[in-house]
């Protein structure tokens, strides 16, 4: 018997969440596949692991739909949220909108969120370590026990972190 969970994903727009979920449906095949256009709405991709007969459904909410993410949160087991770390912009937004998801009360003491922080492979105007002390992710990673809070440095487009990922969909609780 197969058993699917449902993560949602999320993230500000052009982070990269259209690419990531391409990229993981057909890995490591779909590495070089670069075009997307913004998400209007939602975008549903379904993943199995063979392995472990563990199957997923991944439910992208496009970034031009941020008011309406918590209106998802309830049906989902887990939460992905994708930072562009080649955006220095987009920092304090990506602050506001995390903190906000990890202080729903939805959200706050059951869902594991994976922070991936993509486009590994491009140089933003700060170092990769920067934004991760700039979105205070350490104190926020400490501040929830248990491992809820994991990171993964990722590049969609190269497929660094990719695998990364794959293990942490595949530990997560089934159905
Ligand atoms: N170099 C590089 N480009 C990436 C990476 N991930 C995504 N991109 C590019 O970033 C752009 C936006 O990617 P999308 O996947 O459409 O972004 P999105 O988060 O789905 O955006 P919305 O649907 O508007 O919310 C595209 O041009 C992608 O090719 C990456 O890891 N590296
Ligand atoms: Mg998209």
């Not at 979920?21 to 975008?43: D, H």
């Not at 909410?61 to 987009?90: C, H, N, R, T």
Request: proline share 5%; hydrophobic share 40%.
């Amino acid at each position: 018997m197969t058993n699917k969970t449902m993560i949602l994903c999320l993230g500000l727009k052009n982070s990269g969440k259209t690419l990531f979920l391409r990229t993981l449906a057909s890995y490591p095949k779909s590495i070089g596949t670069k075009e997307t256009v913004p998400t209007v709405g939602t975008n549903l991709i379904h993943v199995s692991f063979k392995r472990s007969n563990h199957s997923f459904t991944i439910q992208e909410i496009g970034g031009e739909m941020q008011q309406l993410w918590p209106q998802y949160f309830d049906d989902s087991k887990a939460i992905i949220y994708v930072i562009d770390q080649s955006s220095a912009i987009d920092i304090s937004s990506n602050f506001v909108r995390l903190m906000e998801i990890l202080t729903h009360q939805n959200v706050k003491s059951i869902k594991p969120i994976l922070l991936i922080l993509n486009k590994i492979d491009l140089n933003g105007p700060s170092s990769v370590d920067d934004i991760i002390e700039a979105l205070f992710i350490p104190e926020m990673i400490k501040s929830f026990p248990m491992n809820r809070i994991n990171l993964i440095k990722c590049s969609c487009s190269n497929g660094q972190g990719i695998d990364e990922v794959m293990k942490w969909m595949e530990q997560l609780p089934r159905k």
